[in-house]
């Protein structure tokens, strides 16, 4: 596949916001050729090889970590995977000192997950490498859009016109701007429902409707996007207990039929089951396709990693 | 020492509503005189202003340094470089050092510091509470006795009533303000910018901008209870000057001031997560930057302090959330002023009254005027003459501009205390 114009034009992949459709719309396409391959059991070793991809995970994570790994390797890469845990950082050793270790490994694609928003940011201003933001903070995921995305796509044939749900901790979630982001570009209605306190300020300044009642907001859905109640990150009790989170906000078979029939229902993975999520739902191959957002994860990676690898190309 | 004489300035005191072509004598470190071609004393030296303005060394209510305790960040020597570059001659320090200025003997250490710098007054400021810890008032009256300008906890808001109630209640028996960080600190804790939609779709952590109001309603009701002056500092949102206004109006003693950055910035400033646009109070939205603006027209605000929040890189070159708040400010101080009246917004004098007489009133002082027999701390700047703000070459050891980049009209060409030059372009 091949592009009349660059697809990241920075160089870097930090944020879905400020993506064009056409841009969003040709990385899906590469992505689902990749599924396509990724699904007959084929590679393409020589694009990425000689090219160096880092890891570099200041926040624990398996499957992102492991997502980026398969697809860097699966376009010949040479992957290493670096966790920064906090007890380094707390030694003092700043992003910037990490940046300034990686220009001196002359490192090629950097994915980077960090706790703060901006943190990719900064480093892209820093590094000779490509960025790739895998979650910084409360800000974005853009992978995690394109594969949610891209998962939907498939399922549903469009994006254009569709309603997504996106249920909630909101306030938190990366992943819920990241695709708030993509899918109002792509002219998908959405809407963002949870308890007052875990929807962030002027969130219907994005673009999308504001429910605090799962019934009213998932009359007619589409597409359920449950996300993880971020508990580690919850400060000051901004929900009274799991129980009643559950109770109101979590998805079971009853909240689900207030969707369409047809409806798909998504997870960003790691679940809470019992939280945010009951396991009969979750479990459900009739509605639930979290197993084949975590096969997208793989192919949107490598359609990124690619369209990225071509700009480095570009540059030698 | 030498008779000083201006030749051919634009003469302006804010204090006296002068604003006229004349020129200006001072002798022993006084004014002597002012007024149209006065007579050249035997032996005086000449400065040719050539029409640029002569005014007042500007009064600034509000200034951290980072000594004692952060001489990487700021010694009260740059800082007084700074101070004089941007035309100031008198300069408030903030107590919320390490240690916080909280005994008479650390304000009167301040005190010899800035003497020995031979170019500004240099009036700390007295901690409101013991460490600055919105406990327990400090001795106020010990403090003044050795020379404190009045009493704050910094930019560290004093948070419980009780003990808000009592320093404007102790503090009146001696005739001084208390000077308020006005942020609701349970409301604002953990947050990185004002609360809204930006921060929302750069994932920070807010804080509403009601913060503000909050703590100066609160404030002005303890005001209207004790009879204290409450001062508050670096106001930037609306509605906490209509609160300011309405007290005022009521004839509370409640005055305020603002810093250039709440009149001449907003929110989007911090695009890009830029932590030189880090500040406390955070950047507001546009329509909190006119309201600041409109309370500068109507009097409401009664000084612009240049709130200098000095930070090396290691407290700026972090992830946003993590990085210092706080910006550079006294070399900017007046030309960031001085962009709202060439930009039609205040009248050339009204603007310096603001950084002069007014300030200098809330500290009851004779400064921040021309008057014949005062003494001569003076400014001379260019009202036109561009210049552009370039964070790394400021006067002074603190480069966290929030004005990085910006191109500005007027700058200072001359600076003098008590009738010696400290500065010169």
Request: aromatic share 4%.
């Amino acid at each position: 596949m091949s592009f009349s114009f660059p697809i990241l034009p920075d160089g870097h992949l930090l944020a879905i916001e400020g993506l064009e459709p056409p841009h969003i719309g040709a990385l899906l396409d590469l992505a689902e050729s990749y599924a396509l391959l990724n699904r007959q059991g084929k590679t393409q070793r020589d694009l990425l090889k000689g090219r160096t991809l880092i890891n570099l995970f200041f926040e624990d994570s398996t499957r992102t970590r492991t997502s980026f790994e398969l697809a860097g390797k699966r376009l010949g890469a040479d992957v290493i995977n670096m966790s920064v845990s906090n007890s380094s950082v707390n030694k003092g050793e700043t992003l910037i000192d990490t940046a300034t270790t990686l220009n001196a490994m002359h490192c090629d694609l950097l994915v980077v997950r960090h706790a703060q928003s901006g943190a990719p940011a900064l480093l892209s201003q820093k590094v000779s490498a490509s960025v790739i933001n895998a979650g910084d903070g409360t800000h974005e995921h853009p992978t995690q859009a394109l594969l949610d995305a891209l998962t939907i796509r498939r399922r549903k044939g469009r994006l254009e016109g569709l309603v997504v749900a996106i249920c909630g901790d909101v306030l938190h979630s990366r992943v819920a701007r990241s695709n708030i982001h993509l899918l109002t570009a792509m002219n998908a209605r959405v809407r963002v429902i949870g308890p007052p306190t875990l929807i962030p300020a002027e969130a219907a300044r994005l673009g999308v409707e504001v429910f605090h009642d799962m019934k009213a907001g998932l009359a007619g859905a589409d597409v359920v996007m449950m996300l993880r109640l971020q508990r580690e990150r919850m400060t000051g009790g901004l929900v009274p207990s799991s129980r009643e989170f559950f109770r109101f906000f979590g998805l079971d078979r009853e909240k689900l039929g207030w969707a369409k029939p047809d409806a798909i229902v998504m997870h960003p993975g790691p679940m809470n089951r019992g939280i945010e999520i009951d396991s009969a739902i979750a479990d459900d191959p009739e509605c639930s396709v979290i197993g084949e957002q975590v096969e997208m994860g793989v192919a949107c990676r490598m359609a990124v990693l690619d369209v990225l690898a071509r700009d480095l190309r570009r540059n030698v | 020492m030498t008779d000083i004489v201006f030749t051919g300035a634009r003469l302006l005191d804010p204090a006296t509503g002068l604003d006229a072509p004349g020129d200006l004598l001072v002798r022993n470190g006084l004014i002597l005189d002012h007024g149209p071609n006065l007579s050249r004393p035997e032996g005086a030296e000449i400065v040719a202003a050539e029409g640029a303005c002569l005014a007042p060394g500007l009064v600034d209510l509000r200034a951290a340094i980072g000594e004692p305790g952060a001489e990487h960040r700021e010694t009260i020597a740059s800082a007084a470089a700074a101070a004089v570059a941007g035309g100031i001659t008198t300069l408030c320090a903030l107590p919320d050092t390490e240690p916080a200025l909280d005994d008479p003997a650390l304000v009167q250490f301040v005190l010899r510091r800035g003497e020995a710098t031979g170019s500004i007054t240099l009036l700390p400021y007295a901690a409101a509470t013991k460490h600055c810890e919105g406990k327990e008032i400090a001795e106020y009256g010990l403090l003044l006795e050795a020379g404190a300008v009045g009493f704050t906890d910094g930019r560290r808001a004093i948070g419980h009533a009780r003990t808000m109630r009592l320093a404007l209640s102790y503090a009146r028996a001696f005739g001084r303000m208390v000077v308020q960080h006005p942020e609701e600190p349970g409301l604002a804790a953990g947050g990185a910018a004002t609360e809204g939609e930006l921060a929302t779709r750069l994932g920070l952590p807010g804080i509403p901008a009601a913060a503000e109001a909050m703590l100066v309603q609160r404030d002005i009701s303890l005001a209207r209870l004790t009879g204290g002056h409450v001062h508050f500092a670096h106001v930037s949102t609306g509605a906490a000057l209509d609160l300011i206004r309405a007290a005022k109006a009521e004839g509370l003693a409640v005055t305020c001031d603002t810093a250039p950055p709440y009149f001449d910035l907003n929110e989007t400033a911090i695009g890009d997560y830029r932590t030189y646009a880090k500040l406390s109070p955070p950047l507001r939205p546009e329509a909190d930057r006119l309201a600041v603006v409109a309370a500068l027209q109507d009097g409401t605000i009664d000084a612009i302090a240049s709130d200098h929040q000095p930070r090396d890189a290691d407290d700026k070159r972090l992830p946003f959330a993590q990085a210092e708040a706080g910006g550079a400010g006294l070399a900017t101080l007046l030309g960031v002023t001085l962009a709202r009246v060439h930009g039609g917004d205040l009248p050339l004098l009204q603007a310096l009254g603001l950084l002069t007489a007014r300030p200098a009133a809330l500290l009851g002082l004779p400064i921040g005027r021309l008057a014949k027999g005062a003494t001569a701390d003076l400014v001379l700047f260019e009202l036109d003459r561009g210049w552009q703000v370039k964070a790394g070459s400021l006067p002074g050891k603190a480069q966290n501009s929030p004005f990085d980049g910006r191109a500005l009209e007027g700058r200072v060409i001359g600076t003098w205390k008590s009738g010696r030059r400290v500065f010169a372009i």
